[in-house]
């Protein structure tokens, strides 16, 4: 039995119409996923580039297959693991580590870098001379604020001698209050009077457990109005604050804003905050700008550790902290994004900014 064919059923007027209207297809679009993205990079780098507020440099790129292990660790630990790097580290080892991360930096159009560098009983002086060989090395390329690291704490006599040799050397007094546990307040004293003596902003690591327990955003913004300090320091994480309720987090946003304290968030460093069966409001381990910024304080951005024990597969790459912090906040407003990761950083680092 033959197959009949049946003639194809003719084109209607509308499909006609519609054909003619089609734009021809262009084999080379732009990514049409990347349009923001694109867009938020075009802007930042009108204003500059980038700016990384805060980071470790002088650790960064010291994972390996041997000591990957250690990153399982909890942060206190760390604080302690850190001391065999520190102490085999050459000063041309961590000039390298340093140089290689700002090469990256510069790829990536980041027209200033805040890195902290370890200077205590264990390292010595081996980073503030690899700091000084950096800075030699790099000038008109990129603009470094260096920070001292107050690792051993500020207290103990042998650490204060390291901590203020530190101070005399970096651009910014840094601290971590929750090393001297008991004391923080007197810790962070000592900051603010080096501070003052040297004429120098102040960046302190406080509140990075993400728990209601931790009020230290709170004892710093307290601090600094007691210290005259308005607009000079900077609380780095303040992570904890989003795991108060409501009506404890608008009053301290009042406080933070009256004490001009800026705020460093470093979303890929925290994001693998563990869980844990303490009741509080639902939240995630990110800094919560999105309530900080309406609030009138002053948000910049940072790596924190690269490839570290602390943070092994951060690879300093600065979209990726900016893609995980308005994720992460649900955050979009693109005129802010640009200014947390410029102008808002440069003010962080105490860093005029020339339209």
């Known amino acids: 039995m033959a ?96 140089a290689y991360a700002v090469e990256k930096m510069i790829e990536q159009n980041v027209q200033a870098v805040g890195t902290f560098i370890d200077v205590d009983e264990v390292i010595g002086d081996k980073s503030i001379r690899a700091a000084e060989l950096l800075k030699q090395q790099t000038a008109g390329d990129i603009q470094i604020k260096f920070i001292n690291q107050a690792l051993k704490g500020v207290i103990n006599p042998e650490s204060k001698k390291w901590f203020d040799m530190g101070a005399e050397f970096v651009d910014i007094i840094g601290g971590l209050p929750a090393k001297d546990e008991g004391h923080e307040e007197e810790h962070i004293d000592i900051l603010m009077e080096t501070a003052k003596k040297y004429n120098k902003p102040v960046h302190v690591h406080v509140d990075q457990l ?27 994480h303040s992570i904890s604050v989003a ?44 800094t919560p700008i999105d309530e900080m910024i309406p609030a009138g304080i002053n948000v910049a951005i940072g790596t924190d550790n690269i490839a570290d024990m602390l943070k092994p597969f951060t690879d300093g790459d600065m979209w990726t902290e900016v893609r995980f912090l308005l994720e992460s906040c649900r955050f979009y407003n693109i005129e802010e994004l640009v200014n947390i990761s410029t102008v808002n950083g440069l003010k962080v680092l105490d860093i005029p900014y020339i339209q």
């Open 243 to 286: 795991a108060h309720k409501r009506e404890y987090r608008e009053e301290l946003y009042k406080l933070m804003k009256k004490a001009q304290l800026h705020v460093i968030s470093c979303p890929t460093a925290w994001i693998d905050g563990k869980r844990n069966e303490v009741l509080a409001p639902t939240h995630n381990s990110v």
């Open 210 to 236: 993400n728990t209601a327990e931790e009020k230290e955003t709170e004892l710093l913004a307290r601090k600094t109005i007691e210290h005259g300090l308005e607009g000079r320091v900077t609380a780095i």
């Open 3 to 98: 197959i009949q064919h049946q003639q194809a059923p003719a084109k209607t007027k509308s499909i006609d119409v519609l054909q003619k209207n089609l734009a021809p297809i262009i084999k080379k679009q732009q990514n049409r996923g990347s349009l923001l993205q694109e867009h938020i990079i075009s802007e930042i780098n009108k204003k500059g580039g980038f700016v990384n507020t805060h980071a470790h440099l002088d650790r960064a790129y010291t994972i390996n297959f041997d000591n990957l292990h250690l990153a399982n660790a909890t942060l206190k630990e760390k604080w302690y693991l850190v001391d065999s790097i520190k102490r085999n580290s050459t000063v041309y080892q961590i000039y390298d580590r340093m």
